[in-house]
C-alpha cells in the first residue's frame, strides 16, 4: 500500500464527517425552529376570577384595554368598546380571554 493512498482515504473520511455534522447542525436548527414557531402560535388562554384594576384607551389605535389581577400576575387584555364602557374600576368577575383578547368578563351584579 502506498502512502498517498492513506492519506487520501482519511482525507475523505474527514470530508465525510464534515458532512454528516453540518447536515446534523442543520437538521437540528431546523427542528428548534420549527417548534418556536410552534409554540407561538398555540392559543394563550386565560381563565380565571380576576380584579380589573385599571382601563385604558389606546387613542390612536382604537383599541381599549383592560387591567387584570390575580395575585402576582398581572395580565393586559383587550376590551369590546361595549365592555370598556360597562365596567367600572375595580371590579372583580370571571375573566375568559384568548390571545389577548377579552371574550367575557363576568361580575356578579
Same mark, same amino acid.
Given at each position: 500500500?502506498?502512502? =498517498? !493512498? *492513506?492519506?487520501?482515504?482519511? =482525507? /475523505? ?5 464534515? *458532512?454528516? &455534522?453540518?447536515?446534523?447542525?442543520? @437538521? $437540528? $436548527?431546523?427542528?428548534? +425552529?420549527? %417548534?418556536? &414557531?410552534?409554540?407561538?402560535? /398555540?392559543? %394563550? ?23 387584570? +389581577? +390575580? ?7 383587550? @376590551?369590546?368598546? !361595549?365592555?370598556?364602557?360597562? @365596567? +367600572? *374600576?375595580? %371590579?372583580? =368577575? ?7 383578547? *377579552? ?5 356578579? /351584579?
Amino acid at each position: 500500500m502506498k502512502k =498517498g !493512498s *492513506v492519506h487520501k482515504r482519511a =482525507g /475523505e473520511n474527514l470530508g465525510y464527517l464534515v *458532512v454528516i &455534522i453540518t447536515i446534523g447542525l442543520l @437538521l $437540528f $436548527f431546523v427542528y428548534n +425552529q420549527i %417548534q418556536h &414557531i410552534l409554540r407561538k402560535t /398555540e392559543k %394563550q388562554v386565560i381563565r380565571g376570577y380576576y380584579l380589573l384594576v385599571s382601563k385604558k384607551k389606546a387613542e390612536d389605535l382604537g383599541k381599549w384595554y383592560g387591567v387584570f +389581577q +390575580q395575585g402576582e400576575k398581572e395580565h393586559i387584555c383587550e @376590551l369590546s368598546f !361595549s365592555l370598556y364602557l360597562h @365596567l +367600572q *374600576v375595580p %371590579q372583580r =368577575g370571571y375573566l375568559h380571554a384568548e390571545n389577548g383578547k *377579552v371574550i367575557t368578563f363576568k361580575t356578579e /351584579e
